[in-house]
């Protein structure tokens, strides 16, 4: 009997990333296609450049298709993940209407104006790709949150009038909706010429983003959370209702059709104040860690893991994306003196991500009355055995990081494993491809100081914001 193979697509805010698995969650080959930068005429609005989503899954699909030196033909199912929060109009034969918004677009969390006649349709991001793959206009239940006139607890269009009238959507602009794991539709002729991908292969519905995530690092039980490292950083739970009236958890849709993701809050622009900090540095930091044989993130680590932890009291606020409800709210960097090096910024930027989680995690923690014994880091960030490091001393627990670290992919293959009957189930499918690769354990002195330090950082804002809320009036 001839290998399986399965494509799992993960299309973030920064690449489109399509990457071809075996049954045992083994990644064959792999490819990746960096979104434009995004379009920002004015304050508050995030537009996608042109057709950008669409563009970078074709190039990065035809990059992996020629990689692949399998048999096409046992390719079984492409799982589909997209970026949540986002919004496309589309005409009436499913192009764009106009640029699609960001998830950091204020107008995402707005009602709709129809404003655009040319607009047909709204939809999230995963429904504008189902329709360029397949032709179909259907899309995952579970990638409609905040802002749609959605049922959390049917897993359906609301059947309540008002809700439409509220988000401004009429019924006949939205797509059918599908549960996880469901088949979308099958790869049209069209968009096999575009992207690579075997004519007539089943496209298997996800969820959001993160749920994605969450099932592709294996993140199940009342003990275990994961944080994902990305634009927006955020942790996970497993879980089993839809809880109302939470302030630190956020029940989302889960990638398990009728359960539920516990969501923490989180962090806007978390690992693009990383990028954004290697970006400033210029060509000839990349260059010095090119002549060294490394990349740049790399260097930077080398040089963050000869500072002490703590960062000699320098400390960073990761409000780089201000919310919507505090647009005064400015990113901090604060404690510097003639101590303090590129390597202590880096790191400084490292301990805040992982200080500000714990906080999250620690409400949520609280909010649910459970404790954690482990915590999973997936995302690029994992790939650093400082940042792991840093996130076992602050959270007090082992931390670990899985074989395959880019668990979005891994997530969209499993859903279409299941539909191909590959496994008979979710947590079949988890037992057989999720694999822990490493594992932190927490250094005592580490957590001691971090503890300290978490008293004064916790405190930061409640003496900032003041200042910020002047400083806002003369620089908006």
Known sequence: MSEKYIIGIDEGSQSAKIL????????????????????????????????????????????????????????VGIGLCTIRYCRAYLKEDGTLAQPALSWMDVRVSQPYEHTNPDVKYIVASSGYITHRLTGERKDTVANYEGGWPIDVDKWDWSDDPEAYKATGMPREMLFDLVMPGDVLGYVTEEA????????????????????????????????????SLGTYTAAMMEGKENLKNTTAVWPKFSCVPNKYLY???????????????????????MKMAEEKGMSAEELLSEEASQVPA????????????????????????????????RGHIYRSILEAVAMTMKKHVDDMCQELNVKLDKIIITGG?????????????????????????????????ICAAVAAGVYASFDEAVENMVR?????????????????????????????????????????
């Open 381 to 413: 960030g994992s790939n650093s055995d400082l940042f792991m490091q840093i996130f076992a001393d602050v959270f007090h627990i082992p931390a670990v990081r899985n074989v395959v670290n880019g668990a979005a992919g891994l997530g969209s293959a």
């Open 436 to 476: 822990i690769k490493d594992e932190f354990l927490p250094d005592e002195e580490h957590t001691k100081l971090y503890d300290r330090m978490g008293e004064v950082y916790r405190d930061i804002t409640n003496h900032t914001d003041e200042i910020l809320k002047k400083s806002y009036e003369i620089f908006q």
């Open 263 to 285: 969501d923490s809050n989180g962090i806007r622009r978390g690992m693009w104040t990383i990028s954004w900090f290697r970006e400033i540095l210029g060509d000839s930091y």
């Open 192 to 227: 096999s010429e575009a992207t690579g991908f075997p004519q007539g292969l089943p496209v298997v519905a996800t969820s959001n983003d993160k749920a994605v995530e969450g099932l592709g690092t294996g993140c199940m039980g009342d003990t275990t959370a994961c944080i």
């Open 20 to 75: 071809i698995f075996d049954t045992k969650g083994n990644i064959v080959c792999e490819a990746k296609q960096a979104l434009r930068p995004y379009n920002l005429p004015e304050p508050g609005i995030v537009e996608h450049p042109d057709d950008d989503w669409w563009d970078a899954i074709c190039a990065a699909g035809r990059k992996c298709m020629a990689k692949f030196e399998g048999n096409k033909e046992d390719i």
């Open 310 to 341: 703590g960062s000699d009291g320098l400390m960073t606020v990761l409000d780089w994306l201000a919310p919507v409800d505090a647009r005064y709210k400015k990113g901090i960097m604060i404690g510097f003196d003639g101590r303090h090096t």
